[in-house]
C-alpha cells in the first residue's frame, strides 16, 4: 500500500471563473490562453519555491513551504494576469480566483489531502474574479511581511468544514502601482555571475504605435538586434525567450542583471505609423543603472536595416567588443530589403513563438508569403523549415516523413543562398539526425554554432545532436552553455539536458530536470516520457505509473509505436530501454 504522511504546508487553490462560458463562445480560444496561464502559474510558483501539485481541467493546486511566498507567487501572478486581460476585449478575459490557507495535509504519491487543502478551495469560492482570498491562519503570518493590505470577512461557513473560517480579502495594488514582491534566491533559480567579456540582455521594445496588433513589429526588431549580436564570440547574448519575459513589468534593471546575469542591458521602444518609424534605444550599465549611450532615430520604413546596424554598432563599440575575422561580415549582412516581406516575417516570428499547432500553422503560411515576396532571400525558407521540425518534435504532424522533407528542401534552399546563415545549418543537422546521419548532424551543427557561437537555439540543437549520437557528456557541457545563454528556457532544453544527464548517468540530476520541466510546463507530455525512464532506473515505480496515466489522460491516443519511430537514438540499446521501461509503467497506447 502506498505510505501516508502527514505535514504542514501552505496551499494555493485556483480555478478560473465564468470557464464554461468562456469554452461555450470560444473553445480553442479559450484552450490556448488556458494553457499559457497554466505556464505563468507554474513559472511563478517555481520561483517561490513552490510546487504544482495537481491541474485538472481549469484548475490548480499548488504547495509552498512558507505561506509568505505562496501569497506572492499569487500576488505576482494575479497581477501579469490583470496586465494580459486588459489587452483582451471583456468577454475574453479570463480571471483566476485562488484561494490560500495554511495547514497540517496528508501526502500520498504527492499528492496532497485534508482539511487544509478543502478550506483553500473553499476560500477560493469566496475571491472575487482576478482576486485572492487568504484563511485567518495564512493571514497571522503574513501581515507585515509583503507590501499587501487585507480587509476582513469576518468567520465564513465552508461546505464540509465543522467551524467557521476567518477569512481575509488581499488587496492588490492597482495596475499602475509597482509590486516588488522579491523572492529568495532558490538553489534551482541561482544565475550565474556576469562573465569576464561583456554580456547583455536585450529587452522587448515597447509598442507606442498605439496599436497593440503591432507588437509583432517592436518585437521582430528587437529579435533581430539579438540575432546580430549572438554571431559574435566576444560577447554573452541572451535568448528572446528570457529577456522578453520582463514585458510590461516594472523591474528594477539591477534585478534583471542579477537573475540573467549580464552586465549590460538594451532598452527602447519603436513607434511606426504613415511608413515611418522612430526607434528609441539606451544601453544601461545592469549594477549601477548608469546610461551609457542613448538615441533616437526618425526614419523611413525601408532604412530600418540602417537603423539596427547604428544600434548593434554602437554597442559593440560601447563594449569595446573586438570582432575576429568574418564576424563584421556575418553582422552586417542583411537580406529581407522589402519592407513588405520585413513586416510579413515579424508577424510569422510573432505566431511562431506562440508555438499552438493552429499558430506553427498561420506562421508557416507568412513564411511561405515572405519566401514569394523576396525569393533571394534565405530567411522565409529557414521559417518554413523552423515550423516543420517544431510539429514534428511536439508530434502534431499527420505526416512526419514527409515534413521533414520538405523541411529539408527547404534548408537546402537557404544554403544556397546563404551558406552563413547558422539557424540553416544547426536545422540542417536536427534534420540529418532524424535521417540517422549522425557524423554529418554533428559537422553541421558545429558549424553553426562557428556561425552564431552566442546564439541559445543554435547551441541546444548541437547539445540534441550530441545526445542522441550518444555523445552525452559533451551533449550535457552544450546545454548548459545554451541555458547559461537562455536562462528561462523552453521545454526542449529541459528534455535534451535530462536525456543527456540520465545516459551519463547522473539521475538526481536527471530527476531534478526534468521534474522542473514538468512544472514549468505541465500541459506537455515529452517530459513525462523521459523522466518514466529514470524513475525505472532508481526503482521508483509507483511513480513511473502515475506519470503513464497523466500522458495518457493529456494524450488518450497516445501510440507506443509511434512514439518508437521518433526516437532517432544512434544507439539502439538505448531505444529498447527506453520503451521497455515506458510499457512497464503501463504504455502501451493504441
Same mark, same amino acid.
Not at 476585449?89 to 499528492?111: A, C, H, K, T
Not at 544554403?415 to 544547426?426: G, K, R, S, T
Not at 528561462?488 to 548517468?505: I, Q, S, T
Given at each position: 500500500?502506498?505510505?501516508?504522511?502527514?505535514?504542514?504546508?501552505a496551499?494555493?487553490?485556483?480555478?478560473?471563473?465564468g470557464?464554461?462560458r468562456?469554452?461555450g463562445?470560444d473553445?480553442?480560444?479559450?484552450?490556448?490562453?488556458? #494553457?499559457?496561464?497554466?505556464?505563468?502559474? *507554474?513559472?511563478?510558483?517555481?520561483?517561490?519555491?513552490?510546487?504544482?501539485?495537481?491541474?485538472?481541467?481549469?484548475?490548480?493546486?499548488?504547495?509552498?513551504?512558507?505561506?509568505?511566498?505562496?501569497?506572492?507567487a499569487?500576488? !505576482?501572478?494575479q497581477?501579469?494576469l490583470?496586465?494580459?486581460?486588459?489587452?483582451?476585449? !471583456?468577454?475574453?478575459?479570463?480571471?483566476?480566483?485562488?484561494?490560500?490557507?495554511?495547514?497540517?495535509?496528508?501526502?500520498?504519491?504527492?499528492?496532497?489531502?485534508?482539511?487544509?487543502?478543502?478550506?483553500?478551495?473553499r476560500?477560493?469560492?469566496?475571491?472575487?474574479?482576478?482576486?485572492?482570498?487568504?484563511?485567518?491562519?495564512?493571514?497571522?503570518?503574513?501581515?507585515?511581511?509583503?507590501?499587501l493590505?487585507?480587509? *476582513?470577512?469576518?468567520? $465564513?461557513?465552508?461546505k464540509?468544514?465543522?467551524?467557521?473560517?476567518?477569512?481575509?480579502?488581499?488587496?492588490?495594488?492597482?495596475s +499602475?502601482?509597482?509590486?516588488?514582491?522579491?523572492?529568495?534566491?532558490?538553489?534551482?533559480?541561482?544565475?550565474?555571475?556576469?562573465?569576464?567579456?561583456?554580456?547583455?540582455?536585450?529587452?522587448?521594445?515597447?509598442?507606442?504605435?498605439?496599436?497593440?496588433?503591432?507588437?509583432?513589429?517592436?518585437?521582430? /526588431?528587437?529579435?533581430?538586434?539579438? #540575432?546580430?549580436?549572438?554571431?559574435?564570440?566576444g560577447?554573452?547574448?541572451?535568448?528572446?525567450?528570457? *529577456?522578453?519575459?520582463?514585458?510590461?513589468?516594472?523591474?528594477?534593471?539591477?534585478?534583471?542583471?542579477? !537573475?540573467?546575469?549580464?552586465?549590460?542591458?538594451?532598452?527602447? *521602444?519603436?513607434?511606426?505609423?504613415?511608413?515611418?518609424?522612430?526607434?528609441s534605444? $539606451?544601453?544601461? !550599465?545592469?549594477? #549601477?543603472?548608469?546610461?551609457?549611450?542613448?538615441e533616437r532615430?526618425?526614419?523611413d520604413?525601408?532604412?530600418?536595416?540602417a537603423? $539596427?546596424d @547604428?544600434? #548593434?554598432?554602437?554597442?559593440?563599440?560601447?563594449?569595446?567588443v573586438?570582432?575576429?575575422?568574418?564576424?563584421?561580415?556575418?553582422?552586417?549582412?542583411?537580406?529581407?530589403r522589402?519592407?513588405?516581406?520585413?513586416?510579413?516575417?515579424?508577424?510569422?516570428?510573432?505566431?511562431?513563438?506562440?508555438?499552438?499547432?493552429?499558430?506553427?500553422?498561420?506562421?508557416?503560411?507568412?513564411?511561405?508569403?515572405?519566401?514569394?515576396?523576396?525569393?533571394?532571400?534565405?530567411?522565409?525558407?529557414?521559417q518554413?523549415?523552423?515550423?516543420?521540425?517544431?510539429?514534428?518534435?511536439?508530434g502534431?504532424c499527420?505526416?512526419?516523413?514527409?515534413?521533414?522533407?520538405t523541411?529539408?528542401?527547404?534548408?537546402?534552399?537557404?544554403?544556397?543562398?546563404?551558406?552563413?546563415?547558422? +539557424?540553416?545549418?544547426?536545422?540542417?543537422?536536427?534534420?540529418?539526425?532524424?535521417?540517422?546521419?549522425?557524423?554529418?548532424?554533428?559537422?553541421?551543427?558545429?558549424?553553426?554554432?562557428?556561425?552564431?557561437?552566442?546564439?541559445?537555439?543554435?547551441?541546444?540543437?548541437?547539445?540534441?545532436?550530441?545526445?542522441?549520437?550518444g555523445?552525452?557528456?559533451?551533449?550535457?557541457?552544450?546545454?548548459?552553455?545554451?541555458?547559461?545563454?537562455c536562462?528561462?528556457p523552453?521545454?526542449?532544453?529541459?528534455?535534451?539536458?535530462?536525456?543527456?544527464?540520465?545516459?551519463c548517468?547522473?539521475y538526481?540530476?536527471?530527476?531534478?530536470?526534468?521534474?522542473?520541466? /514538468?512544472?514549468?510546463?505541465?500541459?506537455?507530455?515529452?517530459?513525462?516520457?523521459?523522466?518514466?525512464t529514470?524513475?525505472?532506473?532508481?526503482?521508483?515505480?509507483?511513480? @513511473?505509473?502515475?506519470?503513464?496515466?497523466?500522458?495518457?489522460?493529456i494524450?488518450?491516443?497516445?501510440?507506443?509505436?509511434?512514439y @518508437?519511430?521518433?526516437?532517432?537514438?544512434?544507439?539502439?540499446?538505448?531505444?529498447?530501454? /527506453?520503451?521497455?521501461?515506458l510499457?512497464?509503467a503501463?504504455?502501451?497506447g493504441?
Amino acid at each position: 500500500m502506498p505510505t501516508t504522511q502527514r505535514k504542514l504546508t501552505a496551499i494555493l487553490s485556483a480555478d478560473v471563473a465564468g470557464y464554461s462560458r468562456l469554452m461555450g463562445a470560444d473553445e480553442a480560444d479559450t484552450l490556448h490562453r488556458l #494553457t499559457d496561464y497554466r505556464r505563468l502559474f *507554474s513559472e511563478r510558483i517555481r520561483r517561490r519555491q513552490g510546487r504544482v501539485v495537481n491541474a485538472p481541467g481549469d484548475a490548480l493546486l499548488a504547495e509552498f513551504a512558507s505561506v509568505v511566498h505562496a501569497l506572492a507567487a499569487g500576488a !505576482e501572478i494575479q497581477r501579469e494576469l490583470a496586465a494580459r486581460n486588459a489587452a483582451l476585449p !471583456e468577454e475574453r478575459r479570463m480571471r483566476f480566483r485562488v484561494g490560500i490557507n495554511v495547514g497540517d495535509v496528508l501526502v500520498q504519491d504527492d499528492l496532497i489531502y485534508g482539511d487544509g487543502v478543502n478550506i483553500a478551495a473553499r476560500l477560493e469560492a469566496l475571491a472575487e474574479p482576478g482576486g485572492i482570498c487568504i484563511s485567518g491562519a495564512a493571514h497571522d503570518q503574513v501581515e507585515g511581511k509583503l507590501p499587501l493590505r487585507y480587509e *476582513s470577512l469576518g468567520e $465564513q461557513p465552508v461546505k464540509n468544514i465543522s467551524k467557521p473560517v476567518r477569512a481575509y480579502k488581499v488587496l492588490l495594488p492597482g495596475s +499602475d502601482a509597482p509590486l516588488l514582491l522579491e523572492a529568495p534566491p532558490a538553489a534551482a533559480e541561482k544565475r550565474p555571475a556576469p562573465e569576464e567579456k561583456s554580456s547583455i540582455a536585450v529587452l522587448a521594445f515597447d509598442n507606442l504605435s498605439g496599436d497593440p496588433a503591432q507588437a509583432y513589429f517592436s518585437d521582430g /526588431i528587437a529579435e533581430d538586434i539579438i #540575432t546580430d549580436l549572438s554571431k559574435l564570440s566576444g560577447l554573452v547574448v541572451i535568448a528572446r525567450n528570457s *529577456s522578453f519575459a520582463y514585458r510590461g513589468k516594472v523591474v528594477p534593471v539591477q534585478r534583471i542583471g542579477e !537573475e540573467l546575469g549580464v552586465r549590460y542591458v538594451l532598452e527602447g *521602444s519603436v513607434r511606426k505609423a504613415a511608413g515611418r518609424v522612430r526607434i528609441s534605444a $539606451q544601453l544601461v !550599465e545592469a549594477p #549601477t543603472g548608469r546610461h551609457l549611450w542613448a538615441e533616437r532615430y526618425d526614419r523611413d520604413l525601408g532604412e530600418l536595416f540602417a537603423v $539596427q546596424d @547604428a544600434i #548593434t554598432e554602437e554597442i559593440v563599440t560601447a563594449l569595446d567588443v573586438n570582432l575576429v575575422r568574418g564576424e563584421q561580415t556575418r553582422l552586417w549582412h542583411k537580406s529581407l530589403r522589402n519592407p513588405a516581406a520585413r513586416d510579413t516575417y515579424y508577424q510569422g516570428l510573432d505566431r511562431a513563438w506562440a508555438s499552438s499547432a493552429a499558430d506553427l500553422v498561420a506562421a508557416r503560411k507568412l513564411f511561405e508569403e515572405v519566401a514569394r515576396l523576396e525569393p533571394g532571400s534565405p530567411l522565409g525558407y529557414v521559417q518554413i523549415a523552423w515550423t516543420l521540425w517544431v510539429e514534428i518534435f511536439m508530434g502534431w504532424c499527420p505526416d512526419p516523413p514527409q515534413a521533414a522533407a520538405t523541411a529539408g528542401r527547404m534548408v537546402e534552399q537557404a544554403l544556397a543562398l546563404d551558406d552563413q546563415n547558422p +539557424d540553416a545549418h544547426a536545422l540542417r543537422g536536427m534534420l540529418l539526425v532524424l535521417g540517422r546521419r549522425y557524423d554529418e548532424a554533428m559537422a553541421a551543427g558545429e558549424r553553426a554554432v562557428a556561425l552564431a557561437p552566442n546564439a541559445a537555439h543554435v547551441a541546444a540543437f548541437q547539445a540534441a545532436i550530441l545526445m542522441l549520437s550518444g555523445e552525452s557528456q559533451q551533449a550535457v557541457a552544450t546545454m548548459e552553455r545554451a541555458m547559461r545563454l537562455c536562462p528561462l528556457p523552453p521545454v526542449f532544453y529541459g528534455n535534451v539536458l535530462g536525456v543527456a544527464c540520465r545516459d551519463c548517468g547522473q539521475y538526481e540530476r536527471a530527476m531534478k530536470v526534468l521534474e522542473d520541466n /514538468i512544472a514549468r510546463f505541465p500541459e506537455v507530455i515529452t517530459s513525462r516520457f523521459a523522466l518514466i525512464t529514470v524513475y525505472n532506473i532508481v526503482w521508483r515505480y509507483e511513480d @513511473a505509473r502515475r506519470l503513464a496515466g497523466e500522458i495518457h489522460a493529456i494524450a488518450p491516443r497516445f501510440s507506443l509505436e509511434d512514439y @518508437a519511430r521518433r526516437l532517432p537514438f544512434k544507439n539502439p540499446a538505448v531505444v529498447e530501454r /527506453i520503451l521497455a521501461g515506458l510499457e512497464a509503467a503501463g504504455l502501451i497506447g493504441s
